[in-house]
């Protein structure tokens, strides 16, 4: 795989022959859950299948979870295989927006022990401008994936709860806008405000103004505000459920940063025990 974990619309359109490639469209919408399938229904990049963020890359919320949970291993794996990919299979995920649910799949596959997996830059909109889009049915032929999880890649709760008097050490960056991360509005989940001791590094900073991701250069500009020349610094990404987190996880790669951990439970999960303490109220 190339040393980016991105791929331009022109490399995929180059690449869409090849029988050992899988695009995976991912678009989802927090406010309509069936959207994203229908989009995909409607048109998406030929050759394409789809995952869907609820269903696919989450299992079901609980009363102690964040709104995101990861999917069991085996049923996102059985789902991998009737999708036609296997562990020789080279995936490009996209969505329709600022990649957040593409770098959710990316990072799931990635757990899952398969890191043949690139982000298409830009999303269908960037495909769009110089290329066709499909309505065809895609009916893949399955093939046997086999996961092989990564749980050094996650941080839980407990871990954040246990250091939370020293929470600087964990360098626990928050991915929400800045308005949700200081509370000072929250519409999606029902407490506002931050972790303590957490830093605010939105996600939308990894982007141009037209979608595509900012280049290498760029982004290391941005990682060394953060952990200055050193590029292995531990840390760990999280946000709201554990998605949009997964932005922090490539572009901090992109720049040549070491990949942290995701608390993939991140807010949503932390504000079901109202003993947890609370900044930014």
């Known amino acids: 795989m190339a040393a980016t974990q991105l791929v331009s619309a022109e490399e995929l359109n180059f690449s869409s022959a090849d029988e050992n490639l899988r695009i995976v469209d991912c678009r989802f919408d927090l406010s309509d859950a069936d959207a994203g399938r229908r989009s995909y229904d409607?048109?998406?990049?030929?050759?394409?299948?789809?995952?869907?963020?609820?269903?696919?890359?989450?299992?079901?919320?609980?009363?102690?979870?964040?709104?995101?949970?990861?999917?069991?291993?085996?049923?996102?794996?059985?789902?991998?295989?009737?999708?036609?990919?296997?562990?020789?299979?080279?995936?490009?995920?996209?969505?329709g927006g600022n990649g957040s649910m593409a770098v959710r799949a990316w990072w799931i596959l990635r757990w899952l022990g398969h890191t043949n997996v690139r982000v298409l830059d830009g999303g269908i909109a960037a495909w769009s401008e110089a290329f066709e889009l499909s309505s065809e049915a895609v009916m893949p032929v399955s093939r046997s994936f086999l996961a092989v999880v990564r749980p050094e890649m996650v941080v839980t709760t407990e871990e954040i709860n246990v250091a939370i008097d020293d929470i600087g050490a964990l360098n626990l960056l928050d991915a929400r806008d800045p308005a949700r991360f200081h509370g000072e509005v929250e519409p999606i989940d029902r407490v506002a405000g931050h972790i303590p001791g957490a830093r605010n590094r939105p996600f939308l900073d990894n982007l141009n103004a037209d979608g595509r991701w900012k280049s290498a250069q760029q982004l290391l500009e941005l990682w060394r505000k953060e952990f200055g020349e050193d590029t292995r610094t531990p840390w760990i990404a999280m946000c709201g459920s554990g998605v949009t987190a997964c932005h922090l996880v490539l572009s901090a790669m992109e720049a040549g940063y070491r990949e942290p951990r995701l608390y993939v439970g991140s807010w949503s999960e932390w504000i079901t025990d109202s003993s947890r303490p609370i900044a930014g109220q």
């Open 42 to 95: 409607e048109k998406h990049i030929p050759g394409a299948v789809f995952l869907d963020l609820d269903r696919d890359l989450a299992s079901a919320s609980t009363a102690s979870s964040g709104r995101h949970p990861l999917p069991e291993p085996t049923t996102i794996a059985e789902t991998l295989c009737q999708l036609g990919i296997d562990s020789e299979t080279a995936v490009v995920v996209y969505d």
